[in-house]
């Protein structure tokens, strides 16, 4: 008979599924356990191996049972039929040592070394992208939430040291190819979890100056040299110098005015350690001598429809009083950096002057949101302002970036701003410019400016999501019409969902699109029937929540409960447990982000939002506290008859034909 794979993460928490199911792996023994044989990637484990693991010193009496006990348990969740003390076919002993047997694409950590040694044997773009895949593997360091105490086991140090030699090699094939933007949240998080080392901190220096921030790149040299000095009392070693130095020497090579001090053309700088010379300067970095600022992204070579937008925003800035910021909102995946970097090439020729880019990071967490301050920093260097001359205090700056635009026509792309309050201080005043901005809340309004405009982005339409996948895919796709359609319709239309999968279909020539559809279609309402590409959605998603109210995340998680694609706002309120009024503010907060208000008083969330809520709700809520939802809203009903539902939901409400999840009652 045919078993049912099973599959394991150890790049972050440790974790484990039989096919799309994660199964319970039990207290933090047993699952350090696992995280050690997983870390071991197939290698051997010794019984005392593991005893040392567990107890570090003075071990009981009893641990070498309780080792055995814990891998009997770990045993029978992977192979549930297994009888006490049989031996296991996945995790098998041999004398005094154990072993896991696993395949190559069962495990992460195996899946990141087959592609960190293929990006090694690859160059330019193709090793980025490579690199970057295996990046997005990691989650966290190797087996967190399990590892304790002020010293991890070597092991997983060692499995970490790969994650920080890949993140160094990527920056560093990232910077000679001249797309570090395809790195910067890679080197950004290990830098984060390794703040003292060196290496990493110079490589991140070289990617925010590539990336065009090249004042945070300053200012992250600063905090960089004070904490070697106030933790380790010694001074930036050869590297941080070298990229201190680098920046430096672009600062020297303008005064205030832009122009170069000295005769003759604008030097370049010597290129960091770890660059080609002919690779350097990096695409997109700021220019050393006179010439406008050309900062945007490239465009994406699959863009497609989006036609009625485009021919908004050429109307609004047509006539006399045209638009002086675009702002595009909406929900998380729908396209809106594709459209808005798409948008500013197609209008670059109209502002001679130069373009600026800003990504605000509005939906990370904690410290790694901009603040205007920091955008403006970096516009003023490059717009020719010395740093020396940029004031302190931001509405000086922000007096000063005006004052500069009043004279040019350039266009200013802001991405990801969490709020009003964020960007405002980045708008051009008067003169010719324009902003375009994307967010995933809907921020413009009687606080804005009169010359700002709002674009919504929707879902694709049908013919535009066909659109997307030919474009991707080519005429594989005429091949089979009906493959395409039910792609689309379980992703939803949604263009990151589709990008996704088409990315997984190029990456698999063998996989068909039949075969892509099936998997989707037996996903049992999971995000997991997007492969290792869930990963991406989830991240894309998890920037909205994150950033909800504890009241509005509960509320976000318990919604699938619900048993119909839409409900009204007392349906909620009596899902959660709450006052109706409380629950339609929590609704209103929920509809900035994660759900759809049809204008009928009652509330839908796309499909696959409703998947990834449900996965939030089953890993953050107990058994109690969602049966008791689940009885409230049945009571609920019970009291007041349920609405009919139309047969047909439009594509990304939830229906029983797209991809949907939580219980049914």
Excluded at 358 to 386: C, H, I, K, N
């Amino acid at each position: 008979m045919m078993t049912t794979p099973l599959s394991f993460a150890v790049l972050g928490p440790v974790r484990a599924w039989r096919g799309r199911s994660e199964l319970d792996l039990g207290a933090r023994q047993q699952r350090l356990v696992l995280a050690f044989l997983l870390a071991r990637a197939g290698g051997a484990v010794s019984v005392a191996e593991l005893v040392d693991l567990l107890w570090e010193s003075d071990p009981p009496p009893s641990a070498v049972n309780v080792v055995h006990r814990h891998v009997g348990m770990l045993r029978r969740r992977f192979e549930p039929g297994l009888p006490t003390r049989a031996a296991g076919s996945v995790l098998i002993r041999d004398g005094a040592e154990y072993r896991l047997l696993i395949e190559e694409d069962a495990l992460d950590l195996l899946r990141f070394r087959r592609l960190v040694a293929r990006a090694g044997g690859s160059s330019g773009e193709p090793a980025v992208a490579l690199y970057r895949e295996a990046l997005a593997l990691w989650r966290d360091r190797c087996a967190s939430g399990v590892r304790s105490g002020p010293r991890a086991h070597p092991e997983f140090l060692a499995v970490d040291g790969e994650w920080f030699a890949a993140v160094r090699a990527a920056t560093d094939a990232a910077l000679r190819a001249g797309c570090v933007h395809a790195v910067l949240p890679a080197i950004r998080l290990a830098a984060e979890h390794e703040p003292l080392d060196e290496a990493l901190q110079a490589r991140l220096l070289l990617a925010l100056a590539a990336d065009g921030r090249r004042a945070e790149a300053l200012a992250a040299y600063a905090d960089i040299e004070h904490r070697l000095a106030d933790e380790l009392g010694i001074r930036p070693g050869a590297d941080l110098r070298a990229a201190r130095d680098s920046l430096l020497d672009h600062d020297a090579a303008a005064d205030g005015s832009g122009s170069w001090r000295g005769a003759g053309p604008a030097p370049t700088a010597a290129p960091p350690l770890g660059v080609e010379a002919g690779s350097w300067p990096p695409a997109g970095a700021p220019p050393t001598g006179p010439g406008p600022p050309a900062q945007l992204p490239a465009d994406h070579p699959f863009f497609s429809g989006r036609r009625d937008l485009v021919a908004a925003a050429e109307e609004l800035l047509a006539g006399d009083r045209p638009a002086t910021a675009l702002v595009i909102d909406g929900m998380p995946g729908v396209g809106k950096t594709t459209l808005a970097v798409h948008l500013a090439h197609h209008l670059a020729s109209r502002y001679p002057d130069g373009q600026l880019h800003a990504d605000l990071r509005g939906f990370d967490s904690g410290d790694s949101v901009m603040t205007p301050a920091e955008a403006l920093r970096g516009f003023l260097w490059s717009l020719g302002v010395a740093p020396a001359a940029i004031p302190a205090e931001p509405h000086a700056q922000a007096g000063l970036y005006r004052s500069i635009l009043a004279g040019r026509r350039m266009l200013i792309l802001l991405d990801n701003c969490r709020d009003w309050d964020q960007v405002r201080h980045l708008l051009p005043g008067t003169g010719g410019s324009l902003a375009i901005a994307t967010s995933r809340r809907r921020i413009t309004g009687t606080a804005g400016p009169a010359g700002a405009h709002p674009l919504h982005l929707d879902l694709l339409t049908d013919a535009e999501a066909r659109e997307l996948l030919t474009r991707w895919l080519g005429d594989v796709t005429a091949a089979d019409p009906a493959a395409v359609d039910e792609i689309v319709t379980r992703c939803g239309r949604l263009p990151l969902a589709l990008a996704l999968v088409a990315t997984r279909a190029v990456g698999r020539p063998a996989l068909s699109l039949p075969a892509v559809a099936g998997e989707l279609a037996g996903a049992d309402g999971r995000l997991a029937g997007f492969g290792d590409a869930h990963a991406e959605l989830e991240a894309s998603f998890a920037w909205s929540y994150r950033a909800l109210t504890p009241g509005a995340a509960r509320l976000f998680r318990l919604l699938p409960l619900h048993p119909a694609g839409e409900l009204s706002t007392e349906a909620a309120a009596a899902l959660a447990g709450l006052p109706p009024r409380t629950a339609r503010g929590l609704l209103a907060e929920l509809a900035a982000h994660l759900l759809v208000e049809p204008g009928d008083g009652r509330w839908r969330m796309h499909d696959l939002l409703r998947a990834y809520a449900a996965e939030l709700g089953e890993e953050h809520d107990d058994a109690a506290e969602r049966d008791a939802a689940v009885e409230r809203i049945h009571d609920h009903h019970e009291v007041v008859p349920a609405p009919v539902i139309p047969d047909a939901a439009p594509a990304g409400a939830a229906s029983g034909t797209a991809l949907s999840t939580g219980r049914r009652g």
